[in-house]
């Protein structure tokens, strides 16, 4: 019972409809048919529950409903192979590839995040932060370095990111991945990780460690992002990590590129 969706049929179906009703979520008549009723009674269920509400039950939905013991996804490591990735990154060397796609497959499957949509989400979101599949620093702009200020003056006291003044803006720039920034991030996510982020922010860059920052950080989004990209909205997935639409371009071609190359699969 990895799976079960509209058009589906059998005793498999029955139990569902069954635990959907003792759940309070009226199928209608169970009759083991998957029809529109039990599909609208999956989606008030996965509402409730804080699941993605896509109307199919899978492992995490069966979980919820105590029709299945795990609630991992099916994992689509095998499916990112070097030479797949590179499609998605065609203006990116190999040997970066190589080294960094192992560590970022890794810290994905540690997280959970091992299904074929969020590792095109991860994917997408480093050809947007570090096109050239480097964990790389931030690099001074308008955007944080006033016209006569020190570089990243203006990141100095952003409470939004929870810096206290210089030189909090310079050591706690965008880093790593997925350019974690802010001493609010790299306390957040040094105790997730158990890494002395916060004394030494430099680890973001080390390629073990920004890849675990990468996953942590995405699995935290992981149902905004899974519902943005249900709707087939990649800007507001890409607003779900960036807080905006930076990097918009490269994000929707690599997940494009990458969702035609490993084929169709459900949300």
Same mark, same amino acid.
């Given at each position: 019972?990895?799976?079960?969706?509209?058009?589906?049929?059998?005793?498999?179906?029955?139990?569902?409809?069954?635990?959907?009703?003792?759940?309070?979520?009226?199928?209608?008549?169970?009759?083991?048919?998957?029809?529109?009723?039990?599909?609208?009674?999956? #989606?008030?269920?996965?509402?409730?529950?804080?699941?993605?509400?896509?109307?199919?039950?899978?492992?995490?939905?069966? !979980?919820?409903?105590?029709?299945?013991?795990?609630?991992?996804?099916?994992?689509?490591?095998?499916?990112?192979?070097?030479?797949?990735?590179?499609? #998605?990154?065609?203006?990116?060397?190999?040997?970066?590839?190589?080294?960094?796609?192992?560590?970022?497959?890794?810290?994905?499957?540690?997280?959970?995040?091992?299904?074929?949509?969020?590792?095109?989400?991860?994917?997408?979101?480093?050809?947007?932060?570090?096109?050239?599949?480097?964990?790389?620093?931030?690099?001074?702009?308008?955007?944080?370095?006033?016209?006569?200020?020190?570089?990243?003056?203006? +990141?100095?006291?952003?409470?939004?990111?929870?810096?206290?003044? &210089?030189?909090?803006?310079? !050591? +706690?720039?965008?880093?790593?991945?997925?350019?974690?920034?802010?001493?609010?991030?790299?306390?957040? +996510?040094?105790?997730?990780?158990?890494?002395?982020?916060? &004394?030494?922010?430099?680890?973001?860059?080390?390629?073990?460690?920004?890849?675990?920052?990468?996953?942590?950080?995405?699995?935290?989004?992981?149902?905004?992002?899974?519902?943005?990209?249900?709707?087939?909205?990649?800007?507001?997935?890409?607003? *779900?990590?960036?807080?905006?639409?930076?990097?918009?371009? *490269?994000? *929707?071609?690599?997940?494009?590129?990458?969702?035609?190359?490993?084929?169709?699969?459900?949300?």
């Amino acid at each position: 019972m990895a799976m079960l969706q509209i058009g589906d049929s059998g005793p498999a179906v029955r139990k569902l409809q069954q635990a959907l009703l003792a759940a309070g979520f009226n199928p209608g008549k169970a009759d083991g048919d998957f029809g529109a009723g039990t599909e609208a009674a999956v #989606m008030a269920f996965q509402h409730s529950a804080g699941l993605l509400h896509d109307g199919i039950a899978g492992p995490r939905t069966l !979980r919820a409903l105590g029709l299945a013991r795990s609630d991992k996804l099916p994992s689509a490591v095998d499916r990112f192979s070097v030479q797949v990735v590179a499609q #998605m990154f065609p203006q990116t060397p190999l040997a970066p590839i190589r080294e960094h796609l192992p560590p970022v497959l890794h810290a994905m499957k540690a997280a959970g995040l091992a299904d074929r949509v969020m590792l095109l989400a991860a994917l997408a979101t480093i050809r947007a932060e570090t096109a050239g599949f480097l964990p790389i620093d931030e690099g001074p702009s308008r955007f944080n370095t006033s016209p006569r200020g020190h570089p990243f003056d203006l +990141y100095d006291r952003r409470a939004d990111l929870g810096n206290h003044g &210089e030189p909090d803006g310079a !050591r +706690y720039k965008g880093r790593g991945f997925v350019q974690l920034t802010g001493r609010h991030n790299y306390t957040v +996510y040094a105790e997730r990780l158990q890494q002395p982020l916060v &004394e030494q922010p430099e680890l973001a860059n080390t390629p073990d460690v920004a890849a675990a920052v990468l996953a942590a950080f995405l699995k935290d989004r992981e149902l905004q992002i899974k519902s943005s990209l249900m709707e087939g909205d990649l800007r507001a997935a890409r607003r *779900a990590v960036n807080g905006g639409s930076h990097g918009l371009e *490269a994000f *929707a071609e690599a997940y494009r590129v990458g969702d035609m190359l490993t084929d169709d699969e459900d949300l």
